[in-house]
């Protein structure tokens, strides 16, 4: 069969793109909101003030003129990232993992120049790789090591973890693996793998890329199966805290698992995709309505709320 | 947002409403056609007035019809060598006159009238109401007046009002075979006389009324004279020699209300008879000429100047293509580069053709992807970059023409007819694309921006939706109560009952 019927999808509770923009992101996510999460440095800046775990900020640039003194700013630094603040679908973000005589080792294993990191930063600050070609800042920070249980399911990528949060409330989750298609990014639509994760346990439901169930990794072969995230009640936590942070009613929060600090934020997005749906197998609408006819508490902390998740909405 | 829901329904229904409200008032009371193609029958009529000149100085003054129940006065035209023209408005009537202060032997006048057969009316003055001086009695001797008087009070003792009394006179006066006074009557009078001065006796205003009968191809067709009766506050018409009652079918009433149809002084022996010819007219155009005629159309887009028309008319057309991107991206969820940019895309096919168009377009399109890659290996800002882009548009667009000229294609300019600056932000985008989710999302988004631009192409060139959209502005307030509805769509998108197929269980 080709196609779902209208009725089957509604019996499955599934949330449609048309659904998700009047009712969810219009109603609960305020649009004066909004910068707070396209911009990468402000919601750096926010998550500190309010104690939520990202990877270390070491400097940013913001005019052409610091690049010429670059080599200052990197000066110790064996490994470190280099990403655009507005950038979009994952672009600009060079990933420095050794340095050598000859220059830096990227995560791929080329050897760049100082000079082509140089030109790299250039290209950020003059807008390259941000929405609409605006001018934008390069932001200097750490370099993730991702948690070893994830080694081999990711191909040249930090797999992440995409939660949607609804007022609050983790409903859903989904791990974001890179794939040889996806050129190391975790973007779905560019061909990353994603895997549902049952709420209650942060254990592997299913896999899906271009919205095609799929079982093994295709560039490592691992089985999706058997994929378990550690650390689970932190990173729900975390998941959250995003939203007293921010308070975007409808959002989806991007965590990475740190090899030594634990549950990092990555970024945020007030308009989370859908796919995550197709990876977990279920809808979205049954844990939504839940909340929104008031069923959880408001009153809840952050804490409260991901327990609740774990035992109340995982099971819906 | 709940709260505001009813409003939010009141809004659309009252633009709906409103809307088909001004479509049918148009359609219905005006009688714009609905459809472009829609036929209706126009009675092309001349009066041919015939008589000869003695004195030499000449008025001939003829009554004039008016619209009517069924039929609508449209052009009119007094055609006489010679003579000075004009028309007279009487509180009841209006009439044309000829003068002339010097003419002899026979002379020809002609009224040319074109009467539209239909059941619209445009506001219609009340009937006037009877005047009682109306009706020149007629002489009539004792013996006679006694038998009219025995006539009457019998009619009165069988009737209810003035319309039974004028039957029971008319069953009289017609029947077969008739009894002796009658007969006497009948022979002395002329039918229409003898029944106004029953009439007239019984206490019932009447008047004496011209009908032409309408026939295709008739010649020197005469008036026939019918009597009317005044009850209700309406006239209604009577055949005196038959009986019958009410309007024949194809029955033109001639200036009622007119003591006299056609006066000639200085002249005798004048005659009147009508020629009549049948045409189906486009309604469209009898219409508008019509309601142009009365002044009765100040909201149509037909009173701008001819420039301001075409530009109105271009402009209408656009919800219609809006309408049709809505559909396609909230109900179907197809993708297209830049959302309204397959509107404006529809606008050029209208001038170039579909498939010349779509040609143009790949073509500008294709190759300016080719020369905006170069563009995009030597990083240059975004506005240099889409400035650049937009001269190397114009360029292509003179080459193609060019080129498209020297190997004799009909239609060269059609290049021409894509906007510039939408077309350079398309390259832009697509570029953009190509780069960042590959050749794939380019085609799908490619194709999915060609097929809205060639259904809201499809919708926008059907003659019936041009000419609704142009007639009828209430289409307007109807596409935008479409549109608001459309815009609160919760539901699936087509495309998603295919994306989602995984999670129903089914593989």
Same mark, same amino acid.
């Given at each position: 069969m080709k196609f779902a019927t209208y009725s089957q999808l509604r019996e499955k509770g599934v949330l449609g793109l048309n659904q998700r923009n009047v009712h969810f992101i219009s109603r609960y996510n305020a649009r004066s909101l909004f910068p707070l999460v396209?911009?990468?440095?402000?919601?750096?800046? $926010?998550? !500190?003030?309010?104690?939520?775990?990202?990877?270390?900020?070491?400097?940013?640039? %913001?005019?052409?003129?610091?690049?010429?003194h670059i080599e200052e700013l990197l000066k110790g630094l064996r490994e470190f990232v280099i990403k655009p603040a507005k950038g979009?679908?994952?672009?600009?973000?060079?990933?420095?993992?050794?340095?050598?005589?000859?220059?830096?080792?990227?995560?791929?294993?080329v050897i760049i120049s100082l000079q082509e990191i140089r030109r790299h930063v250039s290209n950020i600050l003059s807008g390259l790789f941000s929405l609409a070609g605006k001018p934008d800042i390069a932001i200097l920070e750490d370099l993730i090591h991702f948690d070893p249980a994830f080694q081999s399911y990711s191909y040249e990528g930090v797999p992440d973890i995409r939660f949607i949060?609804?007022?609050?409330?983790?409903?859903?989750? $989904?791990? !974001?693996?890179?794939?040889?298609?996806?050129?190391?990014?975790?973007?779905?639509? %560019?061909?990353?793998?994603?895997?549902g994760l049952d709420l209650a346990t942060g254990k592997a439901i299913g896999g899906v890329q271009f919205d095609r169930p799929i079982e093994i990794h295709p560039d490592t072969g691992a089985a999706l199966k058997d994929l378990n995230v550690p650390s689970w009640n932190d990173m729900l936590e975390?998941?959250?805290?995003?939203?007293?942070?921010?308070?975007?009613?409808?959002?989806?929060?991007?965590?990475?698992l740190d090899a030594n600090r634990g549950p990092l934020l990555l970024e945020l997005n007030a308009r989370p995709g859908l796919a995550i749906q197709i990876a977990n197998q279920t809808g979205l609408l049954k844990r939504l309505n839940h909340i929104e006819k008031g069923k959880a508490p408001k009153s809840f902390t952050a804490k409260q709320r991901a327990d609740y998740a774990l035992s109340r909405l995982s099971t819906l | 947002m709940s709260s505001s829901r009813p409003v939010f329904l009141f809004i659309v229904l009252a633009l709906f409403i409103g809307g088909m409200a001004q479509i049918l008032h148009r359609h219905y009371t005006l009688g714009v056609p609905l459809i472009p193609s829609a036929q209706r029958d126009v009675w092309f009529i001349d009066a041919n007035i015939e008589f000869d000149s003695i004195t030499g100085s000449v008025t001939a003054s003829l009554a004039l019809p008016e619209t009517q129940t069924g039929y609508t006065m449209m052009r009119e035209d007094l055609i006489s060598p010679g003579f000075g023209v004009s028309v007279i408005s009487t509180p009841n009537h209006r009439r044309a006159e000829w003068t002339i202060a010097e003419v002899r032997g026979p002379q020809k006048l002609y009224y040319k009238v074109q009467i539209a057969a239909d059941n619209h009316i445009v506001s219609l003055p009340a009937p006037t109401s009877p005047q009682d001086s109306a009706n020149p009695p007629l002489f009539i001797d004792d013996a006679l007046q006694q038998a009219i008087n025995q006539i009457v009070i019998e009619a009165t003792k069988k009737s209810a009002g003035p319309l039974s009394f004028t039957r029971q006179i008319l069953k009289i006066l017609t029947s077969d075979p008739p009894e002796q006074n009658v007969e006497l009557l009948r022979t002395s009078f002329d039918p229409t006389d003898l029944l106004i001065t029953f009439l007239t006796q019984g206490g019932i205003s009447s008047r004496h009324v011209h009908g032409l009968e309408l026939e295709d191809g008739r010649r020197r067709q005469r008036l026939k004279d019918y009597v009317q009766v005044y009850a209700d506050e309406k006239w209604h018409l009577f055949d005196p020699r038959s009986g019958q009652e009410g309007r024949p079918e194809n029955l033109l009433i001639w200036a009622p209300g007119a003591q006299s149809i056609l006066d000639v002084i200085g002249g005798r022996n004048s005659t009147l008879t009508f020629s009549i010819l049948l045409q189906e007219e486009n309604a469209l155009k009898s219409v508008l000429t019509q309601l142009d005629d009365l002044g009765q159309d100040r909201f149509s887009i037909y009173r701008l100047p001819l420039e301001d028309q075409a530009l109105l008319k271009g402009m209408f057309l656009i919800p219609i293509g809006a309408?049709?991107?809505?559909?396609?991206?909230?109900?179907?969820?197809?993708r297209t580069s830049g959302t309204f940019m397959p509107v404006l895309l529809a606008v050029a096919f209208i001038q170039t053709e579909l498939i010349p168009g779509l040609i143009s377009f790949v073509l500008i399109v294709g190759t300016g992807l080719f020369v905006r890659s170069y563009l995009s290996r030597i990083n240059l800002l975004l506005v240099p970059r889409i400035s650049a882009t937009i001269i190397v548009v114009i360029g292509l667009t003179i080459l193609f023409t060019l080129v498209s000229e020297q190997m004799g294609f009909q239609n060269v300019h059609n290049f021409a007819f894509f906007p510039l600056i939408i077309m350079s932000w398309t390259i832009e985008r697509m570029s953009i694309l190509w780069e960042e989710d590959g050749p794939k999302e380019v085609l799908i988004q490619g194709l999915g921006s060609l097929g809205a631009a060639s259904l809201a192409y499809t919708l926008m060139a059907t003659p019936v939706i041009r000419h609704l959209s142009f007639n009828f502005l209430g289409l307007q307030p109807i596409l935008l109560s479409l549109i608001l509805l459309m815009g609160q769509y919760t539901g699936y998108r087509l495309t998603e009952l295919r994306r989602f197929r995984f999670l129903t269980g089914n593989k």
């Open positions: 396209d911009d990468k440095l402000k919601t750096k800046l $926010m998550a !500190r003030k309010f104690n939520v775990n990202v990877p270390h900020l070491i400097d940013t640039i %913001q005019y052409q003129h610091e690049t010429r979009s679908s994952g672009k600009g973000i060079l990933v420095i993992v050794d340095r050598q005589e000859d220059g830096f080792v990227k995560s791929s294993g949060v609804f007022q609050g409330f983790p409903v859903l989750a $989904m791990m !974001r693996l890179a794939t040889h298609l996806s050129d190391g990014k975790a973007n779905l639509h %560019q061909g990353a793998i994603g895997v975390l998941a959250a805290e995003c939203y007293d942070m921010t308070k975007l009613g409808y959002l989806g929060s991007d965590i990475v | 309408l049709v991107i809505v559909f396609m991206r909230v109900l179907v969820g197809i």
